[in-house]
C-alpha cells in the first residue's frame, strides 16, 4: 500500500535523499500509521468490554498512544521540511529528531502507567471473558501491526530516518504485546489459568523496551554522532582524486538533520603551487561534495613543503619512530621544521584517537622522546588532535 501510495502521492519517488521526496514519505507514513493506530483502537476498545480484560484495553490505549506518536512524527517532518530562515540559517532538519524524542517519551509514558495498572491487577485479579470475536480482532491486529513495522522499517532505511526507525521498533514491539495478550486469553479459556495481570506487565515492559531504544537512536544525532563511515569515505574519495591534494586531516560533518550536512577538512597541497590553480581546485570539490554528496563543504588549505627532501625524510622518520615506540594507531599532519643555531624545532599535530588508553601528556611525553632520540638536536612542538571520524 505505502509503494502505491508514495508512487501516487509523492513525485520523484525514488529520490530518496531529496528532502522533499524525505518529507513526502515522512508525512505519508505518519498520515497512514495514524489512521490504522486509530482503527485498532477502536476494535481493541470493543474487544476489552467483551472480555473485561485489562491487557487487551491497555493494548488498546497503547494503540490510542501510537496514532498520537505518528501525529507528532508526522508534524516533525513538516518541521524539518521548511526552508532555511534568518533565525535557523542551517534550517529545521532537527526537528525531525525533536519529534522522534517527544515519541519515545509518550511510548516510556504509556508503559509506565500500564505497569501500575497491571501490578494491580495481579493484586486484585478478575476473570477474563472468551470471546470469538475478540480473538479475530487480536490476530488481525497482530498482522496490521507487522505490516506497519515492515514498511515503517523499509522507509526508514531507504530515507535514512531515526524517527520512522523508531516508529518501526515500536510496531514491532506492539505486536508481539497482543501476541502476549492473545496468549493469555487462550491460555485463560483452555487452561482456567488468569494471567492477565501478568501479561499486561510484560506489554509495559515490551513498551518500556521500545521508547528507550526510539530515545537512544533519536537523542544520538541531536547531541552530535559520528557521521556514516560510508560517507566519510566518499567525502575522502573525492577529495584524493585531485593530485594537488597530497594529504587530508580534521575532517567534520555536522548534521543538521538528515541530508543536510556541513562539511569542513583540511587539505595539504604544495607550498610551491599557483595559488589561484590551487583555489580553483578546492572550489571545484567543494561543489562535487555539493553536488554528489549534497553536503554543504568548506575546505581549508594547508601549505605543504613537498620540494624539501629534508622536512620528507624527516616526517617519514618521525611517523616511523611514532608507530614503533608509541602507537600505529596516531598519525601527524602540518609538518614542518624550524632551524634554529642551537636545534631544530619539529612542529606537527598528532592525531590520537579518543579512546586511546593513555592520557594525551603521557602521548606527547612518549612521542618527544621518539622525535628526538633521532636526532640530538631535534626539539619536539607537539599539538595532540583528535579525530572527528574514522576516516582520518
Known amino acids: 500500500m505505502i509503494a502505491l501510495l508514495s508512487k501516487l502521492l509523492i513525485k520523484n519517488s525514488r529520490d530518496y535523499q531529496n528532502p522533499a521526496v524525505r518529507r513526502g514519505y515522512g508525512v505519508l507514513c505518519g498520515a497512514v500509521g495514524i489512521c490504522l493506530n486509530i482503527l485498532l483502537f477502536a476494535a481493541k476498545s470493543l474487544a476489552g468490554t467483551l472480555t473485561g480484560s485489562i491487557a487487551i484495553t491497555a493494548d488498546a490505549f497503547n494503540n490510542l498512544s501510537d496514532a498520537g506518536s505518528s501525529l507528532i512524527t508526522l508534524l516533525g517532518f513538516k518541521i524539518a521540511g521548511r526552508k532555511a530562515d534568518s533565525e535557523h540559517p542551517f534550517g529545521h532538519g532537527l526537528a525531525e529528531y525533536v519529534a522522534g524524542l517527544i515519541v519515545a517519551i509518550a511510548i516510556m509514558m504509556m508503559g509506565f502507567d500500564l505497569a501500575k495498572t497491571s501490578v494491580d491487577k495481579i493484586l486484585h485479579p478478575e476473570a477474563v471473558v472468551f470471546h470469538p470475536l475478540s480473538v479475530a480482532i487480536l490476530c488481525a491486529s497482530i498482522l496490521v501491526k507487522l505490516y506497519m513495522a515492515f514498511y515503517n522499517r523499509s522507509v ?202 593513555e592520557t594525551d601528556e603521557q602521548v606527547k611525553k612518549k612521542i618527544s622522546h621518539a622525535v628526538e632520540s633521532l636526532n640530538g638536536r631535534y626539539f619536539a612542538v607537539i599539538t595532540i588532535d583528535k579525530p572527528y571520524t574514522d576516516g582520518e
Open 156 to 357: 526508514s532505511k531507504k530515507i535514512r530516518s531515526s524517527a520512522m526507525r523508531a516508529t518501526a521498533t515500536d510496531s514491532l514491539s506492539d505486536a508481539c504485546a497482543t501476541f502476549a495478550v492473545l496468549a493469555s486469553i487462550l491460555v485463560s479459556k483452555f487452561f482456567g489459568v488468569n494471567i492477565d495481570g501478568w501479561t499486561g506487565a510484560l506489554v509495559a515492559i515490551l513498551i518500556l523496551y521500545a521508547g528507550y531504544t526510539a530515545a537512544r537512536d533519536t537523542i544520538s544525532p541531536l547531541l552530535g554522532r559520528a557521521p556514516d563511515p560510508e560517507l566519510v569515505r566518499q567525502i575522502v574519495k573525492i577529495v584524493r582524486e585531485y593530485e594537488e591534494v597530497k594529504g587530508i586531516h580534521d575532517l567534520i560533518v555536522h548534521e543538521y538533520g538528515a541530508g543536510n550536512l556541513m562539511v569542513s577538512l583540511h587539505a595539504e597541497v604544495s607550498a610551491d603551487g599557483d595559488m589561484m590553480e590551487l583555489h580553483d581546485v578546492i572550489d571545484t570539490i567543494e561543489r562535487r561534495l555539493k553536488s554528489e554528496l549534497n553536503c554543504h563543504a568548506v575546505i581549508h588549505m594547508d601549505p605543504l613543503a613537498t620540494d624539501d627532501s629534508l622536512v620528507g625524510e624527516t616526517r617519514g622518520q618521525v611517523l616511523e619512530a611514532i608507530h614503533k615506540d608509541v602507537s600505529d594507531q596516531i598519525s601527524i599532519h602540518d609538518f614542518r621544521m624550524v632551524t634554529g643555531p642551537t636545534h631544530t624545532n619539529v612542529i606537527f599535530d598528532a592525531v590520537v584517537p579518543r579512546d586511546f588508553p
